[in-house]
């Protein structure tokens, strides 16, 4: 019985040497870190450029952060597809693999932190779109990994490097799109620049100065009228809202959630010390 199951698995196992499968394994791998580093770069970057008008800093350990992060995962997930002989079984299988590694390790965090149950909930919620999008993911990395082994194969050397510049170029405008998502829409942009405005106030308004939440943040009454830098970024534990950090030049920090589609939003109501929101 246990024969019958293991025979063909090791037969698939070792239908290929780990040699074979690393020519499509290792461009595979390095084609995720070069879209994982547009695709970071774009969305660190795009409001701070385009938006000059809001006096937005560039959050350089929230952008290494990324970077590492998204460059390791796609180079994973590449190496995942790129693993699978055939690139129907890269796609699907690949997909399959990574979905589950995500959700082990995403559960994993949850249990170390000791965050709520719900986050439980939402993980298990969230599998089969994620399952879906590492599908699409893998199918992607297929075939490139398919068009990087015909131009290896076919074309002689100068028209080689050109045809793998132009490869290049295609996967770092394929990182770049959905980077450039994150650009800030009007209702983002008001609510950026109204928060702003209140905290150049707040020194010298005391209708201002109430609107901030002293009692939980008494030292930030001492911080008023001092140099601070705003990182505002789309907000990961609700929807239609930013995640805005404020931060002051000796290192004070706070985080603020903060609606952008509530028309009587209170800018200051839910803020959190650090350089994260943190709820419960």
Same mark, same amino acid.
Do not use: E, K, R
């Given at each position: 019985m246990f024969k019958r199951i293991a025979n063909p698995i090791l037969v698939f196992f070792r239908e290929e040497t780990f040699r074979e499968r690393s020519e499509r @394994?290792? $461009? +595979? +791998? /390095? @084609? =995720? *870190?070069? %879209? =994982? #580093? +547009?695709? *970071? !770069? #774009?969305?660190?970057? /795009?409001? *701070?450029?385009?938006? $000059? %008008?809001?006096?937005?800093? !560039?959050?350089?350990e929230r952008l290494l952060a990324n970077l590492v992060t998204y460059d390791l995962a796609l180079a994973l997930v590449g190496a995942i597809a790129g693993w699978f002989t055939e690139a129907p079984t890269g796609a699907i299988a690949g997909g399959v693999v990574s979905t589950l590694l995500y959700l082990l390790i995403n559960w994993i965090i949850i249990r170390l932190t000791g965050a709520s149950p719900e986050r439980t909930v939402q993980l298990i919620i969230t599998a089969i779109p994620l399952l879906l999008a590492a599908m699409l993911l893998c199918a992607l990395f297929r075939f490139a990994i398919s068009r990087y082994l015909r131009l290896m194969q076919t074309s002689p050397g100068p028209k080689r490097r050109l045809r793998l510049a132009g490869m290049i170029v295609l996967v770092i405008l394929i990182g770049i799109t959905p980077g450039s998502f994150a650009h800030f829409d009007q209702n983002s942009q008001n609510v950026i620049l109204a928060m702003n405005q209140r905290l150049q106030q707040a020194a010298n308004d005391a209708s201002v100065k109430a609107q901030f939440p002293l009692a939980q943040f008494p030292a930030l009454q001492s911080h008023f009228g001092l140099p601070f830098a705003l990182y505002p970024r789309p907000s990961a534990s609700q929807g239609g809202a930013l995640d805005v950090t404020i931060r002051y030049a000796d290192g004070y920090a706070i985080t603020c959630l903060v609606s952008t589609t509530d028309q009587y939003v209170q800018y200051f109501k839910q803020c959190f010390p650090g350089n994260n929101v943190n709820l419960p």
């Open positions: @394994m290792q $461009p +595979a +791998a /390095i @084609m =995720g *870190v070069i %879209a =994982g #580093t +547009a695709y *970071v !770069l #774009t969305l660190s970057i /795009i409001n *701070v450029i385009s938006l $000059p %008008a809001l006096h937005l800093s !560039l959050d350089w």
